[in-house]
């Protein structure tokens, strides 16, 4: 009789381990397509190139000289 118990015990052990078995194939797959779908956006991203647009005015050409004139200003401001 000691064959047909342990025989039960490994149907039963079979049974309580199948669903985790295959509860973690679709969490394998899941994390599979996140990382497919998070290198295919980097990749996308990487090849567009950046527009950039060059101003060409006058006005702002000498950028040095106006932040020390709003540095200048600023610490005018702090000491009143």
């Known amino acids: 009789m000691s064959v047909g118990t342990g025989?039960?015990?490994?149907?039963?052990?079979i049974i309580r381990t199948t669903p985790?078995?295959?509860m973690l194939i679709p969490v394998f797959?899941?994390?599979l397509w996140t990382r497919k779908k998070k290198a295919?956006?980097?990749t996308t991203?990487?090849?567009e190139p950046e527009e950039i647009e060059l101003d060409s005015?006058?006005?702002?050409?000498?950028?040095?000289?106006t932040a020390a004139q709003t540095e200048d200003?600023?610490?005018q401001?702090?000491?009143v």
């Open 7 to 13: 025989r039960s015990t490994m149907i039963v052990n």
């Open 20 to 22: 985790g078995v295959l």
């Open 29 to 31: 797959l899941l994390s």
């Open 40 to 42: 295919l956006r980097s």
């Open 45 to 47: 991203e990487a090849q």
């Open 57 to 65: 005015d006058p006005e702002y050409e000498n950028d040095s000289h």
């Open 73 to 75: 200003t600023e610490e």
């Open 77 to 79: 401001g702090d000491m």
